[in-house]
């Protein structure tokens, strides 16, 4: 029992799943326990490995700023089926934690990290919350959305996740896509 919370998964190759599921949604449902996976592959030190997504042909891909994702069974009670960043990186050098995954940005924008990548919202009533923070990664690209909630706000919001993404160290800008949030979550 003590060890289940030093647990971690990796999907490394293909797994068959339904439609739309995640491997750590189907063993979390299946074990009937929370559990915990990396977005990726774990790379350097145990305690506090880099994660590197996973391209389809086996190779590394990017740098992810989400670490470790958790998961709970769908039958326990109260719970909403999202999963919950369970650990990430710092997005951008000199930005100041204010949430868990939460960092002040600009006095009236804060840049949160979510599992697809980044989101650059406004600190209060941000755009589509839940579909951004449930989207999935992607092995080819991060995702840096921005809130688009009006005119105004969208060309402000996308203003600072385009000096984000200059911030980004190379090999991350390149694979990094600009998606206003309320993008997120639509069914392809």
Known sequence: EQSREKVRFVQYGPVRLPEGETLGQ??????????????GMPVGRPESPD?????ADGELGWLSFAREVGYLPRSHSGHDGAPV??????????????????????PDAVLEVVQSGLWMRPPQDAQNAAAVRAQPGNADFAVLAFDAADEKRAARMRALAQDVLARLDPATRVRCRLVPASELGRQA
């Open 51 to 55: 994660v590197y997504t996973m391209c």
């Open 26 to 39: 189907a063993l979390a449902d299946l074990l009937d326990a929370r559990v915990a996976c990396y977005t």
């Open 85 to 106: 960043l369970l650990s990430h990186r710092v997005p951008v050098p000199g930005v100041e934690r204010i949430g868990q995954t939460v960092y002040w940005y600009t």
